[in-house]
């Protein structure tokens, strides 16, 4: 971890239409390797935080900057410009497209990108091995387990090589093996240093593998502290 701030939020506060504000002059800054887990009830904020993080909304006041670029002020073809080249993402239900191969859906984020197709599929070949999936590569992702399903998600989201990986209830669609094997994933790569920021109300996630956890209540961090990983 270093003191270099990856996501810096301040004074940010959303509402949706005349309704009530969902998040209320909230502001949080995020280190570097840092694993930040973000708890709180149903309606407490939680993905609209990390919408907002994504550039797939914006705040009604304050600013959202990651990785130096003030994500709030995007344009729409900016935002997914900036997404696909510095913000990874999984889903609680893996979002990956059937009819496309394991190593296709791995492939994708560098194809949108333009990467040279040598370099892509050394760098698929990599994180399939890495993750433990490679030998699924020509298989259609319906035939996996969740926790492979989740693995491979992982590897899409990691291809780009983001600075920050996003995960949303990645655990919430899994078995309790393939949750622990998910957990286990996340937490070495952070130790390897990617930084993390991941929406959960699984517990043992948080204790797992997050560095510090923040509760958020009416829109408002009710608690902010570092943690010591199970």
Do not use: W
Request: aromatic share 2%.
């Amino acid at each position: 971890m270093t003191d270099h701030h990856l996501i810096d939020v301040h004074g940010v506060s959303k509402t949706y239409d005349a309704g009530p504000a969902v998040l209320t002059g909230l502001t949080l800054r995020v280190r570097a390797g840092e694993a930040l887990a973000v708890l709180g009830p149903s309606g407490s904020g939680k993905s609209t935080l990390l919408n907002l993080i994504a550039g797939l909304d914006r705040p009604s006041e304050g600013s959202v900057s990651v990785d130096g670029v003030r994500v709030d002020s995007l344009t729409e073809t900016e935002s997914a410009k900036y997404r696909r080249s510095r913000i990874g993402m999984v889903f609680q239900f893996f979002n990956l497209l059937d009819d496309l191969t394991v190593l296709d859906n791995v492939l994708l984020p560098a194809q949108l990108s333009g990467t040279p197709r040598a370099e892509a599929a050394a760098r698929a070949a990599e994180l399939l091995a890495r993750l433990g999936i490679d030998r699924h590569a020509r298989a259609f992702p319906g035939r996996l387990s969740g926790g492979e399903r989740q693995r491979v998600a992982v590897a899409r989201a990691l291809m780009n090589r983001p600075p920050l990986l996003l995960a949303d209830e990645p655990t919430g669609a899994l078995d309790t093996a393939s949750g622990a094997d998910v957990r286990e994933l996340l937490r070495e790569l952070n130790a390897d240093g990617q930084t993390i920021v991941l929406v959960t109300h699984d517990l043992a996630l948080a204790e797992s593998c997050a560095t510090r956890t923040i509760e958020l209540v009416d829109g408002r961090i009710a608690r902010d502290e570092g943690m010591v990983r199970r």
